[in-house]
């Protein structure tokens, strides 16, 4: 079984800063796309950023110079590291990856459970 588990997500006044972190863990054998997504009450989930295994990253225009999306392919973990936070980035944030695991030939798409975070005006 594949497992994608997030940290970081909490309340924090405008302009403030989180980082995001989600490991990737058990029978994997290459994880190649892994990103985040957010999805805020009564809207559709979108993507916020994206890095690939070698390292090359993609953002939304939103959040382009105030979010960096970076990995970790030793520990499987990507990092979502955002700055300069407004209310509108309130959501829940959710892990992504595309991977293949052990068992299989086949690349599979995992989702972690979702961390809040919150950002007061």
């Known amino acids: 079984q594949v497992q994608l588990v997030e940290s970081g997500g909490g309340l924090v006044q405008t302009g403030g800063s989180l980082r995001l972190s989600c490991a990737a863990s058990?029978?994997?054998?290459?994880?190649?796309?892994m990103g985040w997504y957010r999805q805020a009450p009564g809207k559709r989930r979108e993507l916020v950023a994206a890095?690939?295994?070698?390292?090359?990253?993609n953002y939304a225009d939103s959040v382009k110079g105030r979010f960096t999306i970076s990995r970790d392919n030793a520990k499987n973990t990507v990092y979502l590291q955002m700055n300069s936070l407004k209310p509108e980035d309130t959501a829940v944030y959710y892990c992504?990856?595309?991977?293949?695991?052990?068992?299989?030939?086949?690349?599979?798409?995992?989702w972690g459970q979702g961390t809040q975070v919150t950002v007061s005006s």
């Open positions: 992504n990856a595309n991977l293949r695991p052990r068992w299989s030939r086949a690349h599979y798409e995992y």
């Open positions: 890095i690939t295994n070698d390292g090359s990253p």
């Open positions: 058990g029978s994997i054998f290459r994880t190649d796309v």
